[in-house]
T-cell receptor, first 116, second 110 residues
Framework: ETGVTQSPTHLIKTRGQQVTLRCSSQ?????VSWYQQALGQGPQFIFQ???????GRGNFPPRFSGLQFPNYSSELNVNALELDDSALYLC???????????????FGEGSRLTVL | SQQGEEDPQALSIQEGENATMNCSYK?????LQWYRQNSGRGLVHLIL?????REKHSGRLRVTLDTSKKSSSLLITASRAADTASYFC??????????FGTGTRLKVLA
């Protein structure tokens, strides 16, 4: 139990639609990052938010966007869905802006998106 | 792109045996972590080793790090059926992200 909750757990969309995924961070964590995990692959970094500002982004197109709210909860939005967007989307929170230096990531259970 | 590559991709052992999985990476790192994932669910942090450390233990887990070879290994001793999962290494370097490997799928047979 990491204290990070994600919703919805599963959803099905059709190509071209838009989707919003939500994440509630562990209490006291001010940094949230999002990862995409395709079937049989490791998680790939999408972006990170610290105090409501995006401060790091992976190799994902602009149709992947996010928000972080004052209570440190977060959203991932994906526009113009493509078949290859089908994946498990993982949210991870951490205590520090620079988790890669010193901290562990606390993951939610993920939202499994299927694009038809 | 994946930085870490785990080896083997899949491993099947009997309960009570030791399981060893390896991770190789490409660039210099600040730290390396190992995570566990049960059948497509969230990842759980197992252990972190810093770039200036060579070995670390946590319960039945032993992690080694060889920065000259850019590799790490995770040893699970006296494995149990409940250890069945996918294991990922993740490297932290000079960017705002961890880079995960492709994972080792471990199956422990009772």
């Amino acid at each position: 139990e990491t204290g990070v909750t994600q919703s919805p757990t599963h959803l099905i969309k059709t190509r071209g639609q838009q989707v919003t995924l939500r994440c509630s961070s562990q209490s006291g964590h001010n940094t949230v990052s999002w990862y995409q995990q395709a079937l049989g692959q490791g998680p790939q970094f999408i972006f990170q938010y610290y105090r409501e500002e995006e401060n790091g982004r992976g190799n994902f197109p602009p149709r992947f966007s996010g928000l972080q709210f004052p209570n440190y909860s977060s959203e991932l939005n994906v526009n113009a869905l493509e078949l290859d967007d089908s994946a498990l989307y993982l949210c991870a929170s951490s205590r520090t802006q620079l988790p890669f230096l010193s901290g562990e990531l606390f993951f939610g259970e993920g939202s499994r998106l299927t694009v038809l | 792109s994946q930085q870490g590559e785990e080896d083997p991709q899949a491993l099947s052992i009997q309960e009570g045996e030791n399981a060893t999985m390896n991770c190789s990476y490409k660039t210099s790192i600040n730290n390396l972590q190992w995570y566990r994932q049960n059948s497509g669910r969230g990842l759980v942090h197992l252990i972190l080793i810093r770039s200036n450390e060579r070995e670390k233990h946590s319960g039945r887990l032993r992690v080694t790090l060889d920065t000259s070879k850019k590799s790490s290994s995770l040893l699970i001793t006296a494995s149990r059926a409940a250890d069945t999962a996918s294991y990922f290494c993740a490297t932290g370097s000079g960017t705002y992200k961890y880079i995960f490997g492709t994972g080792t799928r471990l199956k422990v047979l009772a």
